[in-house]
Every structure is written in structure tokens, then in C-alpha cells.
């Protein structure tokens, strides 16, 4: 595979699938733990996704 | 079902999902990628360049899939208000422009070395180029306006009237010539395509689908906890507010 010509534009497309799912995955992980540090400021039971807020 | 509409119950079950979803994407992707990479044959005229198709293919239709799942949540969102389809709505539309970007990039790799060029400005490229506007749009849309309610309502009826596009999408290369190839998988007379590609092709379908699944419940989660937070916010402030008029109301009564 790797004698292949086009060799790079394979790994080039495998590369940017990477990043590109990795940037989303990444971007909502970051997302929920701000705010869940953001609701971890309110009192009561805000924090807890278990339960309605108040 | 119903029950899952409350979103409280959402995150509750969005808890339990998640991590067995991510788990069967994980395998499901590394599988795909082993039969993509090591089991599918190359291509008799496109050589090894063919495995480009793995990646491609799967994010083509996903981006397809993506905006036919936002225009059912922007139906839910204009005709019953629900605010779990305002947010699966939010949600998918940055997954969307993701998986719609990957499809226009990877394309380009693959049309490179097959076509001699990066680009053509054929009615499948420049449809697609359209979806991903269209993706970028409803983002900006759902950040420019403040209020959720309002900008659900007005992501909703811009999701709809973009919604137009995506027939035009799959049969583009029906409709008009085009240097893109017509579809070789969900056609009338059954697949064009050897079996040895086709089921590495629908395994990485999967696999997407699934992650984007994965994806949407967790965000989806994140506009839930978002709203809350916006709720908690509102009501703390006008709390403060409330505790600072009190002692000057009782003066204005005296």
C-alpha cells in the first residue's frame, strides 16, 4: 500500500477524519465539564442532572 | 418514549447510553478501520486511493442524515414547542458542519489524484458546499440570538426552508452531468459494488452512525445543563435584585 503514488493523499484524508472527530468529541467533553463547574456554583440541587432545579 | 421527552429523564438515560454507546462506536470504528485498511482490495482503475471511499462516503452521508435529523427536531420545535427539540436541533448542527466539512475535504484528497483536480463547481460539490453553509448559518444563527426560545423557533424555520437541498444533494448526479460519480449503493438496480468493499463501506457507515449518535446524546446533555444553568443564573439575579429593592420599598412605605 504504502508504494502506492497516492500513498499521501491516503493518509492525509485518515489524518484530517482523526482530527476533525477528535476536535468534536473534544469540544463537547470541554463543554460539559465548564458547565458542570459553572452549575456546581449554585446551591441546592442544581448540579445533580438527576433532579429539576429549583 | 414519551417518558424520554422530559428532560430530566433525557439525562438520566443519556447517563446510562453514553458510555455503552461509546464503547460499541469505539469497537465498531476499529473494526471498520481494520477492514478499510488491511481487508478491502484496492481498486482495479483507483489502485489503493480507494480507501479514501471508507471515509468519505460514511461523513457524505451523514452530513445528509445529520440535516434530515435537524428538520424533524425543527418540525418538533415549530409545532410542539418541546424544548428537547430545540435542543437536539442546536446539537447537530455543528456535528453536522463537521462531518459535512470531512465529506468536502476528504472528497478533495480523492478527486485530486483521481480527476487531475481539487475542485470542480459540478452540481454534487457545489450542493454539498451548500449544505455546509447551510450548517455554518444555523450555528451563527443559534449564537447571534440570545433568547432560546426565539432562536429555536427561528433556527427551525431557516432549517426547514434549507431542507430543500438535500434531494437535490442525492440526485444531483441524476439530474445535471456531472464529473462526480452517480450512486454505486442505494440505487434501483441494487449495489454496483464488489462485495469486498461494500461491507468494510457499510461497517464504517455504521460506526459513524453511531458516533454521531454518541455525539448528539452528549451535547444534546450540554444544551440540556446549558438552559439550566441559564435558568439558575436568571433566577439568582433577579433574587439579588429583589433582596437589594426590599429594604428601600419598606423606606418609600414608611
Sequence with gaps: MTQDPHFLYIVAAYALGFVVIGAMILSILIDYASLKRALARFPQRANDPERPAQ | ?254
Design chain 2, 1 to 254: 418514549m414519551r417518558n424520554y421527552a422530559n428532560p430530566t429523564n433525557f439525562l438520566a438515560a443519556a447517563r446510562v447510553a453514553t458510555p455503552i454507546l461509546a464503547t460499541l462506536t469505539g469497537a465498531l470504528l476499529g473494526v471498520g478501520l481494520y477492514l478499510a485498511w488491511f481487508v478491502a482490495p484496492a481498486d482495479y482503475q483507483q489502485g489503493e486511493t480507494v480507501r479514501i471511499m471508507y471515509l468519505h462516503v460514511p461523513a457524505a452521508w451523514l452530513s445528509m442524515f445529520i440535516y434530515v435529523t435537524m428538520t424533524f427536531a425543527a418540525l418538533g420545535s415549530l409545532v410542539w414547542r418541546h424544548p428537547l427539540a430545540d435542543a437536539a436541533q442546536k446539537a447537530a448542527a455543528p456535528l453536522g458542519a463537521g462531518f459535512t466539512f470531512l465529506c468536502l475535504v476528504t472528497g478533495s484528497l480523492w478527486g485530486k489524484p483521481m480527476w487531475g483536480a481539487w475542485w470542480v463547481w459540478d452540481a454534487r460539490l457545489t450542493s454539498v458546499l451548500v449544505l455546509f453553509l447551510i450548517y455554518l448559518a444555523l450555528v451563527a444563527l443559534w449564537r447571534t440570538i440570545e433568547d432560546p426560545g426565539k432562536a429555536a423557533r427561528a433556527a427551525a424555520i431557516f432549517t426547514l426552508v434549507g431542507a430543500v437541498n438535500i434531494p437535490i444533494i442525492k440526485f444531483s448526479v441524476d439530474w445535471w452531468n456531472t464529473l462526480h460519480q452517480p450512486a454505486s449503493v442505494f440505487r434501483l438496480g441494487g449495489p454496483a459494488i464488489a462485495g469486498s468493499m461494500l461491507w468494510p463501506l457499510l461497517v464504517m457507515a455504521l460506526a459513524f452512525t453511531l458516533l454521531f449518535l454518541t455525539l448528539h446524546i452528549m451535547a444534546i446533555r450540554n444544551e440540556i445543563l446549558r438552559r439550566r444553568l441559564r435558568r439558575l443564573s436568571i433566577q439568582t439575579a433577579d433574587a439579588d435584585r429583589s433582596e437589594f429593592s426590599a429594604p428601600a420599598s419598606l423606606g418609600t412605605a414608611r
